[in-house]
């Protein structure tokens, strides 16, 4: 499986973001799709998940309310809708696919995931 994350950018304390992450292969709508991030001087930190049909989601406190995780199994792409966001948001985000047929249980860690994209930057001006 291949991920490849974009639509990070500059934007201003308040603005939105749209990331989105295209994933090769056939058996993308049995893969937990996650995103996360890594801000300067931190370490990788959970964002948000979906489950493979997309009707299960759980987001992290720090972003709930304003992130949003959906999926669209026939293109193959999971996305990562952000408002209000926050000087805090700046990091660089990364999409992260499991194995098949796992339970979303637990796929809170980055233990849960074993493929990753590059990464996305995202810089939230004050």
């Known amino acids: 499986v291949q991920l490849q994350a974009s639509g990070g950018g500059l934007v201003q304390a308040g603005g939105s973001l749209r990331l989105s992450c295209a994933a090769s292969?056939?058996?993308?709508?049995?893969?937990?799709m996650g995103w996360f991030r890594q801000g300067p001087g931190k370490e990788r930190e959970f964002v948000a998940s979906?489950?493979?049909?997309?009707?299960?989601?759980v987001v992290a406190d720090a972003v709930k309310g304003r992130f949003t995780i959906s999926r669209d199994n026939a293109k193959n792409n999971v996305y990562l809708q952000m408002n209000s966001l926050k000087p805090e948001d700046t990091a660089v985000y990364y999409c992260?696919?499991?194995?098949?047929?796992?339970?979303?249980?637990?796929?809170?860690?980055?233990?849960?995931?074993?493929?990753w994209g590059q990464g996305t930057l995202v810089t939230v001006s004050s």
């Open positions: 292969g056939r058996t993308f709508a049995s893969r937990i």
């Open positions: 992260a696919a499991t194995e098949t047929w796992r339970s979303i249980g637990g796929c809170d860690s980055p233990s849960c995931y074993g493929y």
């Open positions: 979906v489950s493979g049909s997309g009707g299960t989601t």
